[in-house]
């Protein structure tokens, strides 16, 4: 039996039955956080008080849930890709689970809703949520290809509400890298992950000068979660190795969680645009990222809560991809019926944010992802 096969058959050492719940229920953890954290941004207070600028503080590092979505990624990208044998077959699934329904999504946002809007009586452009319209679908073979970071980093914006989808494209250009990336030996696949690695590191300090912006945005300059998730799964394919690091787990969890406390305290909060968390932030992210899908992952028994909250892992990409219009829109009703001061006006807006987010999640599962996923594997 050659390696590879021998790969394939061989029970999968990452991932226990309750260890998967709660790694579906930290997908939709790193949504919600991304949501509240897009909410910090839009919402502008007024005299807010101390606990409207500590709710504003800490929905301000939700980004993280960026990390925590690539990390947990990499890390289920390498089980995957294993079990399916060939790299292509494995582009092939995965483009069939995106792209379809991303492209539906940029139909509707850009064009479907707009023209219902119109129809209404009320001027899209007029609306938060569709501010740089008419740029955004110039702009749209960039972004119906997943290229938006690139654009990014040339100095262009897609439209106010499609700007997160930066993240969507480097989640898809780090699949192709794994596609690559993953060998057959172990080894292998940690030498060229350590080698991506590094050269994002590199790419960070030679572009500090730059707009920040370009240094968030090149595609392998957030691939440090993604890769920490990836090699961790490849560490777990060696008997030794796993034996060590079960061992350590819980350690390295806090040892984790200590340098994302000590990054997050000299960034001031991670913040996004700062240098400082680019060199200090991000890999201390990775480091914690890593450990805690160790940790999960090998859970033996999943709680009720974490059982409910996995339920909704599949809605996480619609109510990913619908969030930021649907939050622009909830903030411009907010705004208008004076709704947005101090604190009331801070939670209100993020949790209308993420009903919404992961009620449109769910209709746009039900109502696309799951029919597009149902006809593409009967064309296959």
Not at 221 to 245: K, M
Request: proline fraction near 5%; aromatic fraction near 10%.
């Amino acid at each position: 039996m050659t390696e590879s096969a021998a790969t394939e058959r061989r029970p999968s050492p990452c991932v226990t039955p309750a260890g998967r719940a709660r790694l579906e229920a930290l997908r939709v953890l790193a949504i919600a956080m991304l949501v509240a954290y897009h909410a910090a941004c839009v919402w502008v207070p007024h005299d807010p008080s101390l606990l409207a600028r500590l709710l504003l503080r800490a929905a301000g590092m939700g980004w993280i849930g960026t990390d925590l979505a690539l990390g947990l990624s990499g890390f289920l990208a390498f089980e995957s890709r294993a079990r399916a044998g060939s790299a292509g077959r494995w582009l092939v699934h995965r483009a069939l689970r995106v792209l379809p329904a991303y492209w539906t999504f940029l139909l509707s946002y850009l064009y479907g809703l707009p023209a219902l809007l119109a129809a209404a009586g009320v001027v899209p452009t007029a609306l938060s949520a569709y501010r740089g319209l008419n740029h955004a679908r110039q702009q749209l073979p960039y972004i119906g290809a997943l290229t938006t970071n690139w654009l990014f980093a040339a100095g262009g914006r897609p439209g106010a509400a499609l700007e997160p989808l930066l993240t969507l494209a480097l989640g898809v250009q780090l699949t192709l890298l794994a596609a690559c990336v993953i060998r057959e030996r172990t080894g292998q696949t940690w030498a060229l992950a350590g080698g991506l690695w590094f050269l994002g590191i590199l790419l960070h300090v030679l572009w500090l000068h730059a707009d920040p912006w370009r240094s968030y945005s090149l595609p392998f300059t957030r691939c440090d979660s993604f890769l920490a998730g990836l090699s961790l799964a490849a560490a777990l394919r060696e008997p030794r190795v796993a034996a060590q690091l079960l061992r350590w787990r819980g350690r390295l969890l806090a040892l984790g969680s200590f340098a994302l406390a000590a990054a997050a305290l000299l960034t001031h909060g991670l913040v996004v645009e700062s240098p400082t968390t680019v060199l200090l932030g991000y890999p201390a992210i990775g480091l914690f990222t890593g450990a805690l899908v160790l940790v999960l992952a090998q859970q033996r028994e999943a709680s009720s809560l974490s059982s409910r909250v996995a339920l909704l892992g599949p809605h996480t990409y619609g109510a990913y991809l619908w969030k930021l219009p649907l939050l622009w829109l909830i903030t411009d009703g907010l705004r208008a019926n004076g709704l947005l001061h101090g604190t009331g006006g801070v939670l209100l807006l993020i949790t209308a944010s993420l009903l919404a987010s992961f009620w449109a999640g769910s209709l746009w599962y039900l109502a696309i992802e799951r029919p597009l996923q149902r006809l593409t594997s009967r064309l296959l």
